[in-house]
């Protein structure tokens, strides 16, 4: 066997085993969204149950009247009075075979209470990150590139102002805006039809929010391309004539996107789940809202499973910006 | 010539038609557009307590009798006849019998008959086989031993003792009739009724859509092809949608004086009403416990407020100084303004103020001294609100309160425990009738009498005031009895708050109540002239 033939071999075998690193770094971490899952089931369901009064009480409190023995008695066909151990064995059970139980309030089964309001948030929540990136990656370029000039200033003052602004209160002045000047208001009162009045509904909220994000991403990108536009090798770029957008776009941009990656995961995450005050301005029946709705009614079947959709989305997007990492930073894959 | 007098005809008859139509003549046809506050828990009437569920629902369903709804105040002789052609009394009042409108048939095409009618006071009473998941009102129909029917188009309600105001129970928009051959549960959750519209829909936090009934059986009725209700839980984005036409009316009774003035100000052609919702404010004080087991403590609180702050701070003056029964003009049984005044607290602030600080330095308080007590409200804005201004006023006489802000969903189970010194609360009556508001809130052993004040003497005058038929006769034995109850400090009445309703000119026949926020939303000949 030839050194060149010995070379290859070698070469090949460290091939594999980089890549066996890599398939045990996916399951590890695919274990650990396991875990973690679980983890959030017994956290939620636990404190759901921490959190005073249940639905009976909620019910008869709304009447404002305490009858101890109606009381008792929808407890225990709503299955109250069970051991909490038990129900949450119940729940995890009914989770794996795909039945998510009924809800208190409503009656319907939960899975159709639930599943018809996750478009209408990912409809929101993809526009809102649409309009963030967009906005948020470039502008933080340029604002570190064009650093100290005017420009500069005001894009800061932008995405201050963006991080500073409560999203109702601009959520509210758009649609006073939207009232005063036009006599119409981009609200949610039936299900949109067709493309362009989906896009027109969705829009403007997801501006409202998406300025939010953008302004976070924004400042994000121009801190991370300011610590990159500093080192040696961008420096040497520079020095071997290559243009400033190759400088800056190939070089640079991609080595400070790592921690803009994982600003842009938890934002998506937290869109899936955390705009409750935006679907209440724009009066949108997604997600958040009727998590809050629920929460307000003690309505368990619906939190837990709503809440488990929501860990379930975010843990999945933390899963896939580690392999993110892991195509964009050698490192990371090396180090595995 | 011919043809062209046969169109001059037809000019005249298209103009004169067209003159008709604009001095009033009701169109058919439009949905009605309301916004919904908030999502209401149900559907079935007769398991809920809020006017969040009578709004939608009362056009589902009939009554034996109603309240006229295009007469603002709700009295005894604006009771009208629905699915009942007449009624009449025994001559000892202890039969009440109803003679039933023929050929009313259920949404679902079922016949409607008597049995219908008994299977309703069944459930009420519960006596029949299916259950209601709760009851809020069945103390209110406790004087009814039996429901008997007579064919299918008569029913009888047998009495325990003659109650001219049970008739008023029954045209509350609290009592529609329930089908037989449907279960509560399934009434909680697709309703069927024989009212003007049909339930097609209720998503939570979404909307309510309700369509005309083709076959109602009142003919020509209801002129709108349905009724949409939008629920929007934050009030600015439906004040904004209103103003921006999204929808043709508020929800009844919501808008305050502050928000109709934003509203007339942006769409000067709204129509906005505004009028007391029978809801008073009042104080709960837990008289078993220490320092509140001592009349003179109550008293000495009861002289400290100063009712016209309470509704110039919270409402900006939209709102009336009354006692348990809704004062007048609105109100038919309220106290006259002269009665009031003779009332400790109802007369000078300041001099009965002084007679509150008198009377607890007397029990050993005193500015360096003072009372310390929690005020607990539940942690809503209507309730915290006075709360605060209640507070401050019984600062003035030696009382240094802190303010308890109850999670909602404990607040009655708190009340019930008596684990609390003050308390602030929000009462709603569903009629203005003093049956309904004494037996409810101050008769002992009620539910919903939250401070336990039992007073059999004056228990004694809520079943005389209750048999009487002459109304002016007792309406002098409702006064001299919420006078006492003011005197006693049972409840002391805070005030009887007033709010609005706006509407797009184009929606005709629309009447709000003046008397009741729960009795007027059939809507079965309200019309859109557009």
């Known amino acids: 066997m030839t050194l060149e033939r010995c070379g290859a071999l070698w070469g090949r075998a460290a091939y594999f085993r980089r890549e066996a690193r890599v398939g045990t770094y996916i399951i590890r971490r695919f274990f650990l969204m396991l875990l973690t899952l679980f983890g959030i089931s017994l956290l939620i369901f636990t404190m759901l149950r921490l959190v005073p009064g249940n639905i009976a ?84 370029v340029i604002s570190a590139v064009k650093q100290n000039t005017t420009l500069d200033y005001v894009l800061r003052v932008i995405s201050l102002s963006g991080l500073s602004l409560p999203s109702f ?114 009066n949108i029946p997604g997600v958040a809202r009727f998590l809050v709705e629920a929460i307000r009614w003690r309505d368990y079947p619906i939190v837990q499973n709503l809440v488990m959709f929501v860990a379930v989305v975010a843990v999945s997007i933390n899963f896939l910006i580690d392999l993110l990492y892991a195509v964009l930073d050698p490192r990371i894959r090396y180090a595995s | 010539m011919n043809t062209k007098l046969g169109a001059l005809a037809l000019v005249t008859f298209a103009f004169a038609t067209l003159m008709f139509a604009q001095a009033g003549e009701p169109k058919h046809g439009g949905i009605l557009r309301i916004y919904h506050r908030e999502t209401p828990p149900s559907l079935s009437i007769h ?4 006017f969040s569920v009578n709004t939608p629902a009362m056009g589902l369903y009939n009554n034996l009798v109603v309240y006229d709804q295009h007469k603002p105040q709700n009295s005894m002789g604006t009771i009208v006849p629905e699915l009942a052609d007449s009624w009449s009394a025994s001559s000892d009042n202890l039969a009440l019998t109803f003679r039933l409108h023929q050929g009313v048939k259920w949404h679902d095409g079922q016949p409607f008959t008597s049995k219908d009618v008994k299977c309703t006071f069944d459930l009420l009473q519960g006596k029949a086989k299916d259950k209601f998941r709760k009851n809020p009102r069945k103390d209110l129909f406790n004087n009814i031993v039996e429901v008997t029917t007579n064919g299918d188009f008569e029913v009888t309600l047998h009495l325990k003792r003659p109650q001219p105001s049970l008739i008023a129970m029954l045209a509350s928009g609290y009592t529609p009739v329930y089908p037989c051959h449907v279960s509560p549960a399934q009434m909680r959750t697709n309703p069927i009724g024989t009212g003007p519209f049909k339930f097609v829909e209720f998503k939570q936090n979404e909307s309510i859509k309700l369509a005309k009934n083709e076959n109602y059986w009142k003919k020509g009725l209801p002129y709108l092809d349905g009724i949409e209700f939008t629920i929007i839980s934050n009030r600015a984005t439906a004040v904004l949608a209103f103003v921006a036409g999204k929808v043709d009316m508020t929800f009844p009774t919501e808008m305050t004086k502050a928000l109709i003035a934003d509203i007339k100000k942006q769409d000067a052609t709204a129509i906005c009403e505004i009028g007391p919702i029978n809801v008073s404010t009042n104080l709960i004080v837990n008289r078993e416990n220490p320092p509140f087991n001592n009349v003179e403590v109550r008293k000495a609180m009861a002289l ?126 569903g009629i203005d009738d003093p049956d309904q508001a004494f037996y409810e809130n101050y008769a002992c052993g009620s539910e919903r009498n939250y401070t336990h004040y039992c007073n059999k003497e004056l228990e004694a005058l809520f079943d005389k005031q209750s048999v009487e038929t002459e109304v002016e006769k007792r309406k002098k034995m409702v006064w001299d009895i919420d006078k006492k109850l003011q005197e006693d400090v049972a409840r002391p009445i805070l005030m009887h708050a007033r709010s609005g309703t706006c509407w797009k000119p184009y929606v005709k026949n629309m009447t709000i109540m003046s008397n009741s926020a729960y009795n007027g939303y059939r809507y079965e000949d309200v019309w859109l002239d557009k």
């Open chain 2, 304 to 429: 400290a407020l100063d009712r016209k702050a309470f509704i110039d701070i919270i409402y900006q003056g939209a709102g009336d100084v009354g006692g348990t029964m809704l004062p007048p003009p609105e109100g038919v049984w309220g106290m006259p303004a002269e009665l009031l005044k003779m009332i400790p607290g109802y007369g000078d602030v300041q001099k009965d103020r002084e007679q509150a600080r008198a009377i607890m330095t007397k029990l050993g308080y005193g500015s360096n001294n003072p009372l310390k007590i929690k005020v607990s409200t539940r942690n809503l804005a209507s309730y915290r609100d006075p709360a605060v201004v209640l507070i401050d006023q019984l600062k003035t006489i030696y009382i240094d309160a802190e303010l308890d802000p109850v999670e909602s969903s404990q607040w009655f189970a708190k009340v019930a425990r008596n684990d609390y010194s003050v308390g602030l609360n929000l009462t709603g009556n």
């Open chain 2, 47 to 50: 398991e809920e307590a809020t």
């Open chain 1, 169 to 282: 209160w601009l959520g509210l002045l758009i649609l006073m805006a939207f009232v005063a000047y036009f006599g119409a208001i981009p609200i949610y009162t039936n299900p949109p039809k067709g493309f362009w009045n989906t896009l027109w509904l969705f829009s403007i909220p997801a501006m409202a929010v998406g300025f939010r994000s953008s302004a976070l991403i924004m400042r994000l990108t121009r801190s991370s391309m300011l610590e990159v536009l500093r080192q040696d090798y961008i420096r040497t770029a520079r020095a071997k004539g290559a243009p400033a957008r190759t400088v800056n776009y190939r070089h640079a941009l991609r080595n400070a996107l790592l921690p803009v990656v994982t600003v842009i995961g938890i934002e998506a995450a937290f869109l899936m789940g955390g705009l409750i005050v935006t679907e209440t301005v724009f």
């Open chain 1, 57 to 140: 009480d909620i019910v008869f409190n709304a009447a404002g009247m305490i009858d101890v023995a109606e009381k008792a008695k929808l407890e225990k066909e709503l299955g109250l009075d069970r051991p909490i151990p038990v129900q949450y064995v119940e729940w995890v059970s009914g989770l794996a075979r795909g039945d998510l139980g009924y809800s208190y309030v409503s009656e319907k089964p939960a899975i159709d209470e639930i599943l018809p309001r996750i478009p209408i948030t990912a409809k929101l929540a993809g526009l809102a990150l649409l309009f963030a990136v967009t906005f948020g990656v470039p502008l933080g």
